[in-house]
């Protein structure tokens, strides 16, 4: 297999929503899923993203606990596993946009998502982003690639992460990105904390968003194991993806 082992993460309401309809980030996710989460950043090579989570929420995507990242030190791995962002078009002015720094030079947006680590961090986008917008994330020190007209071809960047030595990635949402990849047949793994909680809202984002599949074409899931997480309520559920030959 010339890509990386695919592992998909979302905390997601009893009624499957993984943000209430504001999109503000709203927490779903308890204090022992925070850890867990953080676990299983601590356990991969890589952490991935889509562009809207990634514009929204600047997401640090680092391992939270010193333990951990001396764990992995230890074992001879970077402190934390890289982050990577998928994003169409990174906008060159505007609310998420560059800005100029004191010096008058562009300073570009997603201040945690590149800053805090130490990490390498990837970014993949198309080159519907403006040249001038690349080269400041080159010059923050971002291994940004354009690939593609309009998208970005998804094979093609685990293909990239996989001869970049990446063996597993984490995948964090949101929804948009996770049906593409079930689309492409690109996800392995799917573990869900589902909160005893209910947003509602048919614009509130759920764990597989754009345009659906159909029924003979759904992504089919193998049951691992489910588990009463917490005292919370939450319940964790870990499924194998079934892949179609
Ligand atoms: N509860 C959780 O576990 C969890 C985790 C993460 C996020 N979330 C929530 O999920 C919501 C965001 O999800 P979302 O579905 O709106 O967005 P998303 O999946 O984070 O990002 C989707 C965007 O990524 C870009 N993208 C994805 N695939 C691409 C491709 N092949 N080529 C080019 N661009 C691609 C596109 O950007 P363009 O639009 O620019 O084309 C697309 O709109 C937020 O409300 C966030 O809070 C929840």
Not at 113 to 131: D, E, I, M, N, Q
């Amino acid at each position: 297999m010339n890509r990386p082992l695919i592992l998909v993460n979302v905390a997601m309401t009893a009624d499957g929503k993984i943000d209430s309809a504001a999109r503000k980030g709203a927490a779903i996710s308890s204090i022992a899923d925070k850890r867990r989460v953080d676990e299983f950043r601590a356990s991969v090579d890589a952490v991935l993203v889509g562009g809207r989570t990634l514009l929204n929420e600047d997401p640090n995507l680092t391992v939270k606990s010193a333990e951990l990242r001396a764990e992995r030190l230890r074992k001879g791995w970077p402190e934390n596993p890289a982050k990577v962002g998928i994003i169409s078009e990174i906008p060159a002015i505007g609310a998420h946009g560059l800005r100029l720094d004191d010096a008058g030079g562009l300073r570009p947006p997603l201040r945690q998502f590149l800053t805090s680590g130490p990490a390498k961090v990837y970014l993949f986008t198309t080159r519907c982003t403006a040249p001038e917008v690349l080269s400041a994330f080159k010059t923050a020190g971002v291994k940004v690639h354009a690939m593609g007209q309009e998208r970005v071809d998804l094979v093609a960047v685990f293909r990239s992460l996989h001869e970049a030595g990446i063996r597993s990635v984490l995948v964090e949402g949101g929804g948009t990105l996770i049906a593409d990849l079930f689309r492409l047949g690109l996800v392995d793994e799917l573990t869900i904390y589902i909160a005893p909680k209910i947003f509602g809202g048919a614009s509130a984002p759920s764990l597989a968003d754009d345009s659906g599949f159909l029924p003979e074409q759904a992504p089919g899931l193998k049951l691992k194991s489910v588990e009463k997480f917490d005292d919370e309520g939450g319940i964790l559920v870990h499924y194998f993806v079934e892949h179609m030959e």
